[in-house]
């Protein structure tokens, strides 16, 4: 079974610094394309950071809200993957959730789809 859980989310000031993680199981983070979003209260879910499959090369992009700040990165070895956020600003805060795009996936393989964690709260704030 696919699953993607989120953690690290909190309460911070502005300036300040938080790793998200995203631990997922039923499949390797490795072979897909992974993705965080985020979305603020009555605002649409936009996509902050994107990483590719190791066989497309892990290539990386970022919305330019948040390029030079957030670093997107993954731990094969732990199936999981990271948003580092730094140099935090009010208008980050929202819930973020992780999302893993298996729509590559064979049908056999029983995992074929998009799937998102439950989010987790980020709110940057003095």
């Known amino acids: 079974q696919v699953q993607l859980v989120e953690s690290g989310g909190g309460l911070v000031q502005p300036g300040g610094s938080l790793r998200l993680s995203c631990r997922a199981s039923?499949?390797?983070?490795?072979?897909?394309?992974m993705s965080w979003y985020r979305q603020a209260p009555g605002k649409e879910r936009e996509l902050v950071a994107a990483?590719?499959?190791?066989?497309?090369?892990?290539?990386?992009k970022y919305a330019d809200s948040v390029k030079g700040r957030f670093t997107i990165s993954k731990d094969n070895a732990k199936n999981t993957v990271y948003l580092q956020m730094n140099s935090l600003k009010p208008e980050d805060t929202a819930v973020y959730y992780c999302?893993?795009?298996?729509?590559?996936?064979?049908?056999?393989?029983?995992?074929?789809?998009?799937?998102w964690g439950q989010g987790t709260q980020v709110t940057v704030s003095s």
């Open positions: 999302n893993a795009d298996l729509r590559r996936a064979l049908k056999s393989e029983y995992v074929r789809g998009v799937y």
């Open positions: 990483i590719t499959s190791d066989g497309d090369g892990g290539i990386t």
């Open positions: 039923g499949f390797f983070v490795s072979r897909y394309d």
